[in-house]
C-alpha cells in the first residue's frame, strides 16, 4: 500500500513540474519562431567609411587622344572634359578636341610610290596628287553624353600602395568640323556628274570623279559612346583611361565611293572614328566625402 501510494504522489508532482514548464515546442513551430529572429545586415550599407570620389563633384580633365583606326590619316590632340556627377553613379559632361592629321602608313606608300599623274579621264584612278588633295582632316571634334559608373573598387599592389578606381560608360551625341583643301586647279568640276556640253559625244568630262570636289568638309552632328577608367592618385586626383567612339558621315578619302563616276553627297558614309585618350582628372571640391 505504501509502494502504491508513492508511486502516485510521484505522478502529480510530474504533471506539475510540467504544467509549470508551459507546452513544448514541436518540429512543427520551428519556423515560426526562426522567422521572429531578425537580420540586423539588411539595413546596414555594403562599405563602411566609403570615399565617395565622384559624387556631387566637378570633374575637370585635360586629355589627350589619337584615332586607332584610320586609314588615310591619324588625328591627335588635345582638350578638355568637364563633367558634372550627379551621384556616384550618373553624372553628365561635355568634351571638345582640337587635333592635327598626320598621314598614316597607307597614305605615305601611295603618295611616295613612283605613279605618274593621271592624265586619262576615262579612268577612276586618281593621280598621287589628286589623291592626296582630297583627304581631309578633323580640326575640331567632341561630344555631349550621360555617364553611367556602375562599378568601383580598390587596387593593392605588393600589400602596400593602394589606388581607388572606377569604370564608366557613356553616351551621347557627337560633333565635329572637317576641312579639305582640294586645289582649284584639280577639283574644278561645278557640275559633279553632268556632261557640260551633252550634243557633242566625244565630251565625257562627268565620267571623270578625279576633278570633282572632294565633299567632305563641313560640319558633322553624330552619335558617341565611350567607356573607360579612373585611377585615383589621391582623393581629388585621377588618371584618366578611356576609348571614344565619334560616329558620323565622313567621306576620309574625297573619292567616288560608290562608283557611280561623280562624287556626290552619297558617297559619304556613317563611319566610327574610334579615339584611344589619357588625360589628368581634377575633382571639385578638394576634399572628399565618406559614407557612414
Not at 565622384?54 to 572634359?81: C, P, Q, Y
Request: charged letters at 20%.
Amino acid at each position: 500500500m505504501k509502494k502504491t501510494t508513492f508511486t502516485l504522489a510521484g505522478t502529480v508532482l510530474v504533471s506539475a513540474a510540467l504544467g509549470l514548464l508551459g507546452p513544448t515546442a514541436s518540429a512543427d513551430d520551428a519556423p515560426a519562431i526562426s522567422s521572429q529572429k531578425r537580420n540586423y545586415l539588411e539595413e546596414q550599407p555594403a562599405v563602411r567609411h566609403r570615399l565617395l570620389l565622384v559624387a556631387k563633384r566637378l570633374e575637370m580633365t585635360a586629355l589627350f587622344e589619337s584615332t586607332i583606326n584610320a586609314d588615310f590619316r591619324h588625328f591627335i590632340g588635345g582638350g578638355l572634359k568637364l563633367e558634372y556627377h550627379l551621384s556616384d553613379m550618373f553624372s553628365i559632361g561635355v568634351i571638345g578636341v582640337g587635333s592635327t592629321a598626320l598621314d598614316t602608313k597607307l597614305t605615305k606608300r601611295i603618295i611616295e610610290s613612283p605613279l605618274e599623274p593621271n592624265v586619262d579621264n576615262q579612268t577612276r584612278e586618281p593621280s598621287v596628287e589628286e589623291f592626296r588633295q582630297r583627304l581631309n582632316s578633323m580640326p575640331l571634334h567632341g561630344a555631349a553624353y550621360a555617364s553611367l559608373t556602375p562599378w568601383y573598387g580598390k587596387l593593392a599592389a605588393f600589400g602596400q600602395a593602394y589606388v581607388n578606381f572606377d569604370f564608366y560608360f557613356q553616351a551621347g551625341v557627337s560633333f565635329a568640323s572637317l576641312k579639305s583643301d582640294c586645289n582649284p586647279s584639280i577639283c574644278n568640276d561645278p557640275m559633279p556628274g553632268v556632261d557640260p556640253a551633252p550634243a557633242d559625244p566625244m565630251v565625257n568630262a562627268d565620267d571623270n570623279p578625279n576633278n570633282d570636289p572632294p565633299l567632305n568638309s563641313g560640319f558633322r552632328p553624330g552619335l558617341y559612346l565611350g567607356g573607360g577608367i579612373h585611377v585615383f592618385v589621391n582623393d581629388f586626383i585621377a588618371i584618366d583611361l578611356a576609348v571614344r567612339d565619334y560616329a558620323f558621315s565622313d567621306n576620309p578619302s574625297g573619292a567616288d565611293f560608290n562608283a557611280d563616276l561623280a562624287v556626290k553627297d552619297d558617297d559619304s558614309r556613317f563611319l566610327h572614328h574610334l579615339f584611344a585618350g589619357v588625360g589628368v582628372s581634377v575633382m571639385l571640391p578638394f576634399k572628399v566625402k565618406r559614407t557612414r
